[in-house]
Structure formats: structure tokens, C-alpha cells
């Protein structure tokens, strides 16, 4: 399979912790990776599955795998964490990327 | 610092072709690979394919191998991305995006407004 399974939407209060998730045959085979995109901006890469975080992204943000699924986990959700997630991994050939539909994340 | 700089948007018919370039800079061009990315308004990411910057080489998504074409340039570190036979359906925004080590979209451009209108 070449897809790659967001919920369209999650939010989350101030402060507290949100997981979002990524489901996909090829996860079993392929990391994942999680960007952020803010209205009329480019996407920027948070982290990794191995969980590494480029220089500047808040440690609050973990990634990890479990079988199937990717996980993205913001610990102390923050007002500017309110934006598009999308996941991302090679698909099941291992020859081409596919992203995840997005989840928009909502910081009530 | 690395920097993807991608060309400015562009008004094309139905039917014509696009050609959207991005500039490396702050890396050794050849030694990275880039992506190409779309975003139809309000719609999510979409992978198009990619370009090896040494040997040119190309692997595209199933929907795009007919109707796009990589290319590089390797003495302007530039790499270039065309769109032929451009239907409504392909008015995005497309990104141009490093392919890191750890095999990331590490570093991107700033998007290219692609408009097909009659």
C-alpha cells in the first residue's frame, strides 16, 4: 500500500499533551518523518521517528513508531503549535514518498 | 547556511507548460538529492518525485511520469522541475525540498504559485 492514514483534526488544551498519528503498511519497513506547515508557509521537518528533532524545534515534540504507526507527541502543547501536521515515508517499493492527508492541530 | 530559492509564480493557459527552478546554496550541490512537492489550495502535500543533483537521475510518482520533467544544472547548483500539458487541476503551490542522509526533507524553498487559468 502506498498510503498513508491521518484524522483530519485534533485539537488540544493549552498545556496539555497531544499524540498524532500516522497508520501505513510501509511504516512497518520505513521511517516516518513529521513536517509543520503555519498558513502560507513551507513546511518545516519537526522530527524523525528515531525521534530526532532539528536544531530549533522545542523538545516538547517526540516522534516514535509501534508496528504500523507513526506517532508525533507535543508535550505542553503551546499557542504556535496550532498548525497542519503532516507525516511522511517511502511507500511499500521503497522507490517513492507519499505524505499522510494532514492533521490540523487546534491549540484551544 | 543552506538555502532552496525557487523561482517566482507564473500564469500558464490550459495546455501549455511550466518550468520552476530552485537554487541551492550553502551545500555541496551534488552531494544531496531533491524532492518536488505540490499543494493544490486548501489541499495537503503531494510527492512528485525526485532528482539525484550529481547523476541526474529521476524516479517519479506513477501519477506525474507522463507529464513531468527534473532536470539539473550543476554548474548554477540549480535544479529545475517542468510541467507540461497543464490542466486547471495543476494550479499549487510547488516546493522544491533536500533529500537529507537520513533520507528527510530537511531544507526547503519557498514555494512557486503555479496559476492555470484560460
Known amino acids: 500500500s502506498s498510503e498513508l492514514t491521518q484524522d483530519p483534526a485534533v485539537s488540544v488544551a493549552l498545556g496539555q499533551t497531544v499524540r498524532i498519528t500516522c497508520q501505513g503498511d510501509?511504516?512497518?519497513?520505513?521511517?516516518a518523518s513529521w513536517y509543520q506547515q503555519r498558513p502560507g508557509q513551507a513546511p518545516i521537518l519537526v522530527i524523525s521517528a528515531k525521534n530526532n528533532r532539528p536544531s530549533g524545534i522545542p523538545g516538547r515534540f517526540s516522534g516514535s513508531t509501534s508496528g504500523n504507526i507513526a506517532s508525533l507527541t507535543i508535550s505542553g502543547a503551546q499557542a504556535e503549535d496550532e498548525a497542519d501536521y503532516y507525516c511522511n515515508s517511502r511507500d511499500s517499493s521503497g522507490h517513492h514518498w507519499v505524505f499522510g492527508g494532514g492533521t490540523k492541530l487546534t491549540v484551544l | 547556511q543552506v538555502q532552496l530559492v525557487q523561482s517566482g509564480a507564473e500564469v500558464k493557459k490550459p495546455g501549455a507548460s511550466v518550468k520552476v527552478s530552485c537554487k541551492a546554496s550553502?551545500?555541496?550541490?551534488?552531494?544531496?538529492?531533491i524532492h518536488w512537492v505540490r499543494q493544490a489550495p486548501g489541499q495537503g502535500l503531494e510527492w512528485m518525485g525526485i532528482i539525484n543533483s550529481y547523476s541526474g537521475e529521476t524516479g517519479y510518482a506513477p501519477k506525474f511520469q507522463a507529464r513531468v520533467a527534473m532536470t539539473r544544472d550543476t554548474s548554477t547548483s540549480t535544479v529545475y522541475m517542468e510541467v507540461s500539458s497543464l490542466r486547471s487541476d495543476d494550479a499549487a503551490v510547488y516546493y522544491c525540498?533536500?533529500?537529507?542522509?537520513?533520507?528527510?526533507?530537511?531544507?526547503w524553498g519557498q514555494g512557486t504559485l503555479v496559476t492555470v487559468s484560460s
Open positions: 550553502g551545500y555541496t550541490f551534488t552531494n544531496y538529492y
Open positions: 525540498a533536500r533529500n537529507s542522509y537520513e533520507d528527510l526533507f530537511d531544507y
Open positions: 510501509s511504516l512497518r519497513s520505513y521511517s
